[in-house]
């Protein structure tokens, strides 16, 4: 089995996107930056307060993360770079040059989708000098540079399996000099730890994973600070309830707000205990109540197709698939799902973007910005789980892709042998029976490695859809079937290649023999 192993050629199935469940002698640290996460900051030179503010809290980050890993382990830093400026990721490079300088064995980037971004990316990593490797890669290829078991989002949406260090961090930041200000900073909405592999996740400075600002000469931007220049009066008042007696009289009142909020007191109180109530959503202009309205009903529209046609989609695909051909119409069908996904994570993102520039612009009375910021919420929560959920499945779907096309090739390359081996012998000389022997040999080492890596991929699969317990029952017991089939086949194959060389063999002694009769018939003759 050896020697079959060094003689082996390119095999395009063996590696794929799959959990070998092996343990990785690397440790890994994983940044995740979301959209945006570095918006609005002037990221350059050192020199600048808030460049500088972010660079100590990246490094403080990388500390802090490198006191939880062995200290005999090599690192790996893999960096999400696909949604922040090239400006931001020189300096994340900056920040583990300075503090994995000796421990940092590799930086593997996950390149972003624009060609142009790519070539420009290249051309910066190769004018910089760093003591540890950059590597760009896309992200359909990081199996080849790290382990994907891993991965934060590769099997654990939930994080189940991760130990949450964010708070001891926190607490080691606000003790470490000189402290930053929080404004200034990304915020870190996820810290983890999973063996040797860390998961670093930073946003935009208090924001949540969806919140952005509206771009300049943004026109829905425009539209709301008209309405409010136009406005005499703000779009809703903040008044805190008030009582008559709430101020001693004959006091002086200075702040004009005040004055207002008394005033109004004075005209709507019929009684000393009545406080003045927020006035109805029909007295806001009626481009922004319009656009209130329009976002409730756009954030229920994707709850509902989240709820019922998105996880009825999802559901449809959870088969493994009894054939190739199923199996690759299963996977056409999860792209469509993934890009559907996709679209509805940017209407989120656009919807929680007006939600909070309303709530931070608009003035709106905590009685409709609340119950709307919490709406907002809930569909920040459920796009981010189905995205998990279409994530896992995505893996799903590629293994069982994968276990198909390893079994057909091991079915294609065995065939070839079987009809080889079916043939009649018929007789030939000693040389070309050789021969025959030497392609039988080739044949099935071609064929052992088909097998190997068909039970490979079939037993790892297996052990993946373990995790789901019960639910997969069909699938495992499909996988199983598969496996004893094949096995049958190889071993059916071994039996018809002994016996097929048996008779060369034979063939081979039958002819020895004639020609030493054939030599002793001479010999004689001779005599």
Not at 226 to 238: G, L, Q, V
Request: charged share 30%; glycine share 2%; net charge negative.
């Amino acid at each position: 089995m050896i020697s079959l192993r060094k003689q082996r050629g390119v095999k395009n199935n063996r590696n794929s996107l799959l959990v070998t469940g092996t343990v990785s002698p690397e440790a890994l640290i994983q940044f995740v930056f979301n959209t945006n996460c570095f918006r609005s900051k002037d990221i350059g030179s050192l020199n600048t307060k808030d460049t500088f503010s972010i660079y100590n809290y990246l490094c403080s980050l990388l500390v802090y993360s490198i006191k939880h890993l062995k200290s005999d382990v090599p690192v790996i830093v893999l960096i999400d770079a696909a949604k922040i400026p090239i400006k931001a990721l020189r300096l994340i490079l900056k920040a583990c040059q300075n503090v994995l300088a000796f421990r940092s064995k590799q930086v593997v980037i996950a390149q972003p989708d624009s060609f142009f971004v790519q070539q420009k990316l290249s051309l910066d990593i190769l004018l910089e000098s760093y003591d540890f490797k950059t590597t760009l890669c896309s992200k359909n290829k990081l199996w080849k540079y790290v382990n994907v078991a891993d991965l934060a989002d590769a099997f654990t949406p939930s994080f189940n399996n991760w130990n949450d260090i964010r708070k001891g961090f926190e607490e080691h930041f606000k003790q470490s000099p000189p402290r930053t200000e929080p404004s200034q900073i990304p915020t870190l909405n996820r810290l983890l730890q999973k063996g040797c592999s860390i998961l670093i996740e930073l946003s935009h400075p208090a924001e949540g994973k969806y919140l952005r600002v509206f771009e300049e000469n943004d026109p829905l931007g425009k539209l709301v600070k008209e309405e409010k220049e136009n406005s005499s009066e703000p779009i809703y008042d903040e008044a805190i309830p008030l009582q008559r007696d709430s101020k001693p009289e004959g006091s002086e009142l200075d702040d004009s707000e005040t004055v207002l909020a008394a005033s109004k007191t004075k005209t709507f109180s019929s009684s000393d205990k009545t406080t003045v109530s927020p006035p109805p959503i029909k007295e806001l202009p009626e481009s922004i109540a319009k656009l209130l309205e329009e976002q409730k009903e756009a954030i229920h529209e994707l709850l509902k197709w989240i709820s019922t046609a998105g996880l009825a989609w999802l559901d449809s695909l959870e088969e493994v698939g009894e054939s190739i051909d199923e199996a690759r119409q299963l996977e056409k069908q999860h792209r469509s799902l993934s890009s559907r996904t996709e679209a509805v994570i940017d209407q989120a993102a656009e919807i929680s973007e007006v939600v909070e520039f309303l709530i931070r612009e608009g003035s709106i009375h905590s009685t409709i910005c609340e119950p709307l910021k919490e709406l907002s919420n809930e569909l920040a929560n459920a796009v981010y789980d189905f995205r998990q959920r279409v994530k896992q499945q995505s893996l799903i779907r590629e293994n069982s892709l994968r276990l198909h096309e390893a079994v057909t090739e091991f079915y294609n390359e065995s065939d070839a042998l079987l009809k080889a081996l079916c043939n009649e012998i018929r007789p030939m000389e000693e040389t070309n029976c050789q021969t025959e022997m030497n392609e039988l040999d080739k044949n099935i080492a071609v064929v052992e490695d088909r097998f190997e890596v068909a039970n490979e991929i079939c037993t790892v699969f297996e052990n993946l859809l373990n995790e789901d317990g019960e639910k997969r029952k069909d699938d495992r017991k499909f996988i199983k079937e598969q496996l004893s089939l094949i096995t049958e086949r190889r071993k059916r194959c071994h039996e018809l290649l002994d016996l097929h060389k048996l008779k060369l063999q034979q063939m081979i002694q039958l002819q020895h023999a004639e020609n030493d009769q054939k030599q002793k018939s001479e010999k004689h003759i001779l005599e």
